[in-house]
């Protein structure tokens, strides 16, 4: 994350200098990256002066928001709202608990997390991950499958994403590597290269981008300072 931040950083220093010729000094660091990162529970934790809990998948102010057992896997739910609760309340066979003065708002939810978050494991180990699915599809249900690795390169998104590529290696022969995060026009989801090897590219860097003459970067790898 910090090496994400610092080129969002890079990226507005450019636009910056375009607007006022001026360069921009950037520092960053993992510390400071990780506080961010820790976003409303950070905020929570300044505003309230209590220290956050260890709640595992859970959240802290929204029940229920967590991962669950299924019979042969694993969910997450995310019930934002209590128009939400009622629906899920109902697609688990037990409409009567959303209206249950301990369950009916987040509040309450909070204060009888356990009792409510046992009620509803009990009911989802009852079922596979699939037959939760059909039962959840076109509802008003924020769910999700927890898929393993494996899986999730094996599912269709990651396919019409084209995240798995393959590439013949100088020395490792045939390998499959994940693909690019981000799509860039008509340029879909691919790379170009296989892993380089180390030094791979460093002679055509220093001559085609930096403009180096072959006697000065045969002086470089003669002296150890960059490889090829």
Known sequence: MTGMF??????????????????????????QTQLAMLSYVGAGVLNSNIDAARYGTAHPSIVPYQIFDTLDGKIVLVVANDVEFNNICKVLGIAEISSNEQFSINEKRIENREELILILQ????????????DLFEGREINWSRINNVKQAFDSPLAQDLNMIQTFQHPTAGK?????????YGNNYNINNTPPPLLGEHTCEILKNLLNYTEEEIRTLVELNVVNE
């Open 122 to 133: 009990n009911i989802l180990q009852s079922k596979t991950t699939n037959e939760w699915s």
């Open 175 to 183: 390998i499959k590597v994940p693909g690019p995060a981000m799509n």
């Open 6 to 31: 610092t080129l969002n950083a890079i990226i507005a220093a450019l636009y910056e200098r375009i607007e006022n010729g001026c360069g921009k000094m950037i520092d960053a660091s993992l510390f």
